[in-house]
């Protein structure tokens, strides 16, 4: 990966987005590449939280162990989505498990390199103290838009992201219906009825089990 790829995957999280050129070049000279099949693992509960983790191709599976021993299904992370936010500021340990669903192309900044450069630079490192309360401020909202979507906005985002990331319109889910169920938080059912919704609408076109041509991108955008 070259530093203007490098700095591209830096402009994806919202803390740095704010910083001018310098300081996100900085940040990019950090940066390491990492390509994963599918249903390889990014990294494992109980391991050593370490390095952020940046999205910037592929989808990628956050999962927790029950007290069973099931899967838990907690979120997805599509390209310009990360993990480990809070790892660049202090040491912890990995509680869930990333496991790719496509082959994936993620950046990760480690946390060492990080906190040497904010304390080589001060300036640096007020700019990101500002991004961060602008983060939490962010963050409050998005919360509030999930809580009031419905169903079928959050399942046709849902489909026009993942088609996003793979980079086209024809795709299989990477997700089981029941996982993407426990995702959006709804019923297997429900999902099977509104993709059904979607085609007879024109927006989709579906063939076995899992694929979708999306044939509406817009008008998905703008489910309600």
């Known amino acids: 990966m070259d530093l203007h ?13 704010q910083l001018n050129h310098d300081a996100v070049r900085a940040i990019a000279s950090l940066v390491r590449d990492h390509h994963y099949d599918e249903r390889e693992q990014l990294f494992t509960a109980g391991t050593d939280a370490d390095a952020l983790v940046i999205i910037a191709h592929g989808q990628v599976k956050i999962t927790q162990s029950t007290a069973s021993g099931r899967e838990q299904l907690l979120r997805l992370l599509q390209p ?3 993990d480990g936010e809070a790892v660049l500021f202090t040491p912890t340990e990995r509680t869930t498990t990333a496991t790719a669903l496509t082959g994936t192309q993620a950046c990760t900044i480690s946390r060492t390199d990080f906190q ?11 700019n990101v103290l500002n991004a961060l309360g602008q983060r939490v401020v962010a963050l409050e909202a998005q919360a509030t838009a999930a809580n009031t979507a419905s169903v079928a906005e959050r399942l046709a985002t849902y489909i026009v992201e993942t088609g996003a990331g793979l980079g086209r319109n024809d795709f299989d889910l990477p997700l089981p219906k029941k996982d993407l169920a426990a995702y959006l938080g709804t019923t297997p059912e429900t999902i099977s009825r509104k993709l059904t919704e979607f085609s007879e609408q024109g927006w ?21």
Do not use: N, W
């Not at 040497?116 to 300036?123: E, G, M, W």
């Open 116 to 126: 040497k450069l904010l304390q080589s630079t001060p300036a640096l490192a007020l």
């Open 80 to 82: 310009g989505d990360f």
């Open 5 to 17: 790829e490098a700095e591209s995957c830096v402009r994806l999280v919202p803390i740095f987005q």
């Open 204 to 224: 989709i076109e579906q063939s076995g089990r899992r694929h979708l041509v999306v044939k509406d991108s817009d008008s998905l955008t703008m489910v309600e």
